[in-house]
């Protein structure tokens, strides 16, 4: 399956079970106009500023394209999501999210009605999700040296907590990551 001219995605053998097959969704979640507030997004898709309440803007399907390459690329989701009961978990995500992005910048909490749920006002995460103990960098498997350096800083332009830091899309669409042949 070729998705971008230069990168061909490999998967294992079965990924369909996982997955199932790439389909093109309806625009049942699109919205006219510019700024948004509301729960728009699959759980595991999540933007920060959605799942915090704070307005959003089409940076959102700049995140929800980030995690799924990393999906496709991965073959595993970035995210979980889950609490113990098996369901899912704002707090579960918010502390996966912080394991990988580091935590957020106290300017971006502060645009956030739901922050307190989640960190004291010294940013400390107080929330009831479990945090991970892993990095971005650690839960990559199929690249090394260059290719993985390029593609590791193709992702944190992408997966930012503060969607005014996230790169946009004509900004993304000259990543060297996308304009490196392998």
């Known amino acids: 399956m070729i998705i971008y001219q230069s990168r061909r995605f490999h998967r294992k053998k079965g990924w369909n079970k996982y ?3 790439p389909i093109l ?13 509301g729960v728009i997004q699959p759980d595991l898709y999540r933007a920060p500023e959605v799942v915090l309440g704070v307005e959003w803007t089409s940076k959102v399907d700049i995140w929800n394209v980030g995690v799924l390459i990393w999906d496709l690329f991965e073959d595993d ?8 009961d098996g369901k899912h978990s704002d ?29 004291n006002d010294r940013g400390q995460y107080i929330g009831q999700g479990r945090m991970p103990d892993y990095a971005l960098d650690d839960i990559e498997v199929y690249l090394e040296g260059e290719n993985k350096e390029m593609f590791m ?3 944190r332009k992408i997966l930012q907590w503060d969607p005014e830091e996230r790169q946009s899309a004509q900004e993304l669409l000259m990543d060297p990551w996308l304009m490196t042949p392998c």
């Not at 969704?25 to 699109?30: I, K, M, N, Q």
């Not at 995500?93 to 749920?117: C, D, Q, V, W, Y």
């Open 153 to 155: 800083q193709f992702m």
């Open 91 to 119: 707090a579960q995500l918010l502390a996966e999210m912080m394991s990988i992005l580091g935590p957020p910048s106290t300017n971006f909490l502060n645009k956030s009605s739901r922050s307190g749920e989640f960190w």
């Open 19 to 21: 997955f199932g097959m």
């Open 25 to 37: 969704c309806d625009l049942g979640e699109a919205r006219i106009g510019d700024v948004h507030i």
């Open 77 to 84: 989701h970035l995210f979980d999501g889950r609490g113990p």
